[in-house]
């Protein structure tokens, strides 16, 4: 029989960012570089494209990035960036990471 928290889990935000690889490393990245484009955080970040279009297409969702054409560029590029939202809950994971490798020591 599920619980009352099996029930709230099923509708909490958080559970849309399960199960998507590369989705913490994304917004951890994204954190640390500022507005970048597709391609550095494939290729700075280790994320294969399938993985890093799936999370954004995620994060997006979730009011957690905002894109945008950077048309100065040939051919133009797609820039992306944390929203203020975005930052506040990449801080907090960093944070719940730091607390987590200390512990171990």
């Given amino acids: 029989m599920p619980s ?3 029930d709230l889990y099923k509708r909490t935000p958080l559970r849309a960012l399960e199960g998507q690889a ?3 490393q994304t917004l951890i990245f994204l954190e640390k570089k500022g507005e970048v484009n597709f391609q550095k955080i494939v290729e700075d970040a280790g994320i294969t494209g399938r993985s890093l279009y799936g999370s954004l297409e995620k994060l997006g969702k ?5 894109q945008r054409t950077d048309s100065t560029s ?3 590029k797609n820039m992306i960036t944390l929203t203020e939202k975005g930052r506040k809950i990449t801080i907090k994971l960093i944070d719940i990471e730091t ?3 200390d512990s171990n020591d």
Avoid at 62 to 66: A, E, M, N, Q, R
């Fill in 4 to 6: 009352k928290f099996d």
């Fill in 22 to 24: 590369g989705i913490l």
């Fill in 99 to 101: 607390v987590l490798r």
């Fill in 74 to 76: 040939y051919p133009p």
């Fill in 62 to 66: 979730l009011g957690l990035i905002k």
